[in-house]
């Protein structure tokens, strides 16, 4: 079961009526195990989709984005880029298939896969890198918009 808790002086209060409801099935002082997770807030991943939408929108068709080896990534939609800026702040796992090949699995960045804490990290990653690798190609006024305002 999970419930939402708003802290108030101190004290935990469900927050809203259906929390009250499953929180009311435990007797008054029982001991609950519970495991803290700061909620996310919807404006802040509206703001780094409105970020990645800016930077893919600024790209010149056909863009290919030039690797340490010598080799160009291909960024052909907002979704590529997400790819992308996760593999480059470093938000996946090496998978080792029964072949002996070696692969990446990226991670979720979704509301039960991070916390609050967690993909605010992932932000200021995600933000220095398309700054690094992407800042000749956008309009920072827009960039400011976003930063301000979402």
Do not use: C
């Amino acid at each position: 079961m999970k419930i939402n808790l708003v802290k108030t002086d101190n004290k935990l209060i469900p927050a809203s009526d259906e929390d009250k409801k499953h929180l009311s099935k435990f007797a008054d002082g029982e001991v609950v195990n519970i495991t803290l997770k700061k909620v996310r807030n919807y404006r802040f991943l509206s703001k780094y989709y409105s970020l990645l939408r800016h930077v893919f929108s600024s790209l010149e068709e056909d863009f290919k984005l030039p690797t340490r080896n010598g080799l160009f990534i291909e960024i052909n939609s907002v979704e590529d880029l997400h790819f992308q800026v996760k593999m480059m702040a470093g938000l996946y796992e090496k998978v080792i298939t029964w072949g002996g090949n070696t692969t990446y699995k990226v991670n979720s960045i979704n509301f039960d896969k991070m916390d609050e804490i967690e993909f605010s990290n992932f932000y200021e990653t995600v933000f220095t890198i398309l700054q690094k690798y992407f800042y000749p190609y956008l309009e920072q006024d827009k960039v400011n918009h976003i930063e301000q305002y979402y």
